[in-house]
């Protein structure tokens, strides 16, 4: 997992590489993309139903940061899902510089990669929910 430090709008702060213990499903995203804007209720969802098993941790790539990303939430209701904000695009670099959004990480509890999916995709789905527990179980998890 990228050594990247997160905020949040009320100024937390997150070591992406200390969030080892449990898996995380980490997503990239900003306000103005149109398939991110598409997965946010779906993965307030998905944080809901596997919460303890899986941390979900969505990350906005928006510049203006706090400005735009918290009516954002509010607009959408998205309680599940944390409000963590990279405004220097420093976690996008760290994918090899201007990653495409959405772009979603699985990571082990131990912070390996499991899998990426690079644009939109239906976190409401079956096939999504097989995707994680597969992934997770092949990581020894």
Known sequence: M??????????????????????????????????????????????????????????SEDMKGAEVVV?????????????WMDPQNDLAFSFGGGAALPLTVLYDAEGREVWRVIGGYDWASAEAREEIEAGLAAAGV
């Open 2 to 59: 990228p050594a990247v430090e997160l905020v949040d709008p009320e100024g937390a702060r997150l070591a992406l590489d200390n969030t080892r213990g449990t898996p995380v499903l980490l997503n990239l995203w900003a306000t103005w993309c149109a398939p991110c804007v598409i997965e946010m209720p779906l993965l307030n969802t998905l944080a809901e139903d596997m919460a303890g098993e899986l941390r979900v941790l969505t990350v």
């Open 71 to 83: 009516p954002f939430f509010e607009a959408r209701e998205l309680d599940n899902l944390p409000r």
